[in-house]
């Protein structure tokens, strides 16, 4: 049977605001990517992210992200490989001290943001995440983005001894290159459940994606990421987990197959 994750960022509220629909949407998923303050989230929010997770049965992630709160960590910032690799262990070191305070793992490190998507095919940056995840713990699973800098994450993630997850996102649209497109482009961020389902089990079944040219991108996936930010997330995440069910794809945490 084949198998796959499915995992949302979550963990995003910050002292008194709350962002995102973390108790509800944790209960369809089965990993997340949990904020680690330098973009959202705070200690306390992270304590209870982690606790939410450990009572629903999902792999926990960290989700290290550039120090920029006011942008929400999507701005990009001119920071040395050096300063990156110093701000993934010490946002790492923070999400495992919560998790062995509760007792449970760290599954996997997932880069937020602009950190994320300016890591993308960038080999210096690659190496650099790569680098510092290892340096932390080689049991960590290294998520990143999948299409054509797949190999080549591959090749970095195995010279550093650590396993690397590549994933797709229903519920955002593609530049031809592979890329997301940008949130500040109309229909970036698809709103109507109905078509992040068809596209998410297109993305689970055959490995491919629709790009914004009508293109067809293939590409290794493990994961499906549903933003918890989204206001349909609840309904998105809910009905794709469903019908992946019945395709006959099994839902897991992705290190019981990575």
Known sequence: MKKIDLNCDMGESFGVYTLGLDSEVIKHVTSANIACGFHA???????????????NGVGVGAHPGYPDLMGFGRRNMACT????????????GAMKAFCTALGVPLQHVKPHGSLYNTSVGNEVLIRTIAGAIASV??????????GAQAPLVKRIAKEAGIRVAYEAFPDRAYTPDGRLASRQQPGAVIEDPKIATER??????????????GSVLEMK?????????????VEHVREIRA?????GIEVVPMNTFI
């Open 41 to 55: 989230g705070d200690p306390g929010v992270m304590h209870e992210t982690v606790k939410l997770a450990k009572e």
């Open 81 to 92: 490989p050096e300063e990156v690799r110093d701000y993934i262990i010490y946002q790492v």
């Open 137 to 146: 713990d080689r049991s960590l699973i290294y998520l990143t983005l999948g």
């Open 200 to 213: 998410a089990l297109r993305m689970a079944k055959e490995g491919r994606i629709i790009a914004t040219d």
């Open 221 to 233: 996936i493990d994961t499906l990421c549903v933003h918890g930010d989204n206001p349909s997330a």
């Open 243 to 247: 019908t992946l069910e019945a395709a």
